[in-house]
């Protein structure tokens, strides 16, 4: 039975027809399932930061890139549309897709791009799913575990097979609930568990706000759709993807962090230009794929001394923030410019940080890892989580 609803107001997450007001400017979102982005996009999306937002894409805790500082938000949406990024007013905010980063190019028990595609264009002409929240997660894990480990709403966790007969277990807020097999019985697994939710708790931003009878219910109903669940052990977290790697098919693979998570448009237009695949992460990597060994060797020759971090010991693989003061009303501290004051004091940072300016949080990754929250007093305090 529906109960009441605690997503109360409208939904705040931000995206590119329905902007967030902070207080340096209007904020934009432009979801990238998957975290893919194309060169030409990148550069599209590069230009209107620099012409109309503060001159830098944000990278996101979800694999999006945020513009800020928008000035003109209907032109900042015209360039997102005619790039192709905005396919769908109605399902501009739902389309919230993880996917490892690395399937189909390194490791991994099968590659995860056929169902993330398959996903995303259901996804968009499901007329239910454009209710969900702009908080509602699907993971797509190739069984490395790193898409699992976030805590999607709803996830397929890939075991063999391809096509017709890809196997994967519907994990529905952590619990594997069962098995389905095929592209297309996977993506309505994953879509059945949405509308579930929608009809069970229709206020519900996550999984996580459900009660216990609703959670029962749901899992219940999905159960009954699903084969017997296939399990098997998850591996270890993997290390940042930063620094050169070789895909599994002899090419190279480039993965980068940039200062404070934000990507100069300058330097934006310069990645663009490499005309190769582009890979957002949640850990806010930014990674170029299937590149020629003397490609790669230029990159990285031209486009490190220009910000882009290749070196996995640098803290800022390690350490992301929230935008503080005086971008954030809310924020106690200038979190940004007191982070870069500890970074370059030369720490060493081998636990996962997340720098904020108020107990809201914003931005946090979801794995485990340290928060520096500022208090009113002036001062930060940490607390693992
Ligand atoms: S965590 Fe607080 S200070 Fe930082 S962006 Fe969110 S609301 Fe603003």
């Known amino acids: 039975m529906s109960q009441p609803s605690p997503r109360s107001g409208t939904d705040r997450c931000p995206g590119v027809f329905s902007t967030h007001a902070a207080a340096d400017g209007a904020v934009a979102r432009i979801r990238l399932p998957g975290g893919r982005i194309r060169p030409d996009q990148l550069e599209k999306l590069a230009q209107a930061a620099a012409e109309h937002g503060d001159g830098y894409l944000e990278l996101t805790a979800r694999g999006n890139l945020q513009l800020r500082g ?6 900042v949406a015209e360039v997102v549309v005619a790039a192709g990024l905005a396919p769908s007013s109605s399902h501009d905010m739902v389309r919230n897709i993880e996917v490892s980063a690395l399937t189909g190019r390194i490791g991994g028990v099968a590659d995860g791009w056929p169902l993330a595609d398959r996903l995303d264009e259901r996804l968009r002409v499901d007329d239910a799913a454009a209710e969900l929240s702009g908080r509602f997660l699907f993971g797509i894990d190739d069984g490395r575990g790193d898409v699992l480990r976030r805590g999607p709403d709803v996830c397929a966790l ?20 069962g098995s389905a097999t095929g592209l297309d019985a996977i993506v309505s697994a994953l879509l059945e568990v949405a509308h579930a939710v929608l009809e069970i708790a229709p206020g519900a931003w996550r999984i996580a706000d459900l009660s216990d009878e609703q959670r029962g219910d749901l899992e219940l109903r999905i159960r009954a759709t699903l084969g017997p669940v296939i399990g098997g052990a998850i591996p270890d977290p993997g290390d940042p993807i930063v ?27 310069f990645v663009a230009a490499v005309g190769a695949p582009i890979i957002v992460t949640p850990d806010r990597e930014i990674i170029l794929c299937d590149l020629d060994e003397g490609v790669a060797e230029t990159v990285v020759r031209v486009l490190a001394p ?52 108020c107990d809201r949080g914003c931005g946090a990754p979801s794995e485990p890892h340290v928060r520096v929250e500022a208090d009113p007093q002036g001062g930060y305090r940490t607390q693992r989580r």
């Open 70 to 75: 928008i000035g003109d938000v209907e032109a």
């Open 306 to 357: 220009m910000g882009l971090i290749f070196d996995a010991n640098s803290p800022w693989a390690r350490v992301s923030c929230c935008v503080g003061a005086p971008g954030c009303a809310k924020s106690h501290a200038p979190v940004r410019e007191d982070l870069l004051e500890y970074v370059d004091g030369g720490v060493e940072i081998d636990t996962r940080e997340h720098w904020v300016g």
């Open 158 to 177: 890939l075991h063999d097979g391809e096509g017709d007969t890809l196997r994967a277990d519907i994990v529905v807020g952590g619990a594997p609930l």
């Open 243 to 269: 620094g050169w790697f070789d895909q599994d098919d002899g090419q190279v693979l480039l993965g980068a962090v940039v200062e404070l998570g934000r990507l100069p448009a300058r330097l934006g237009e």
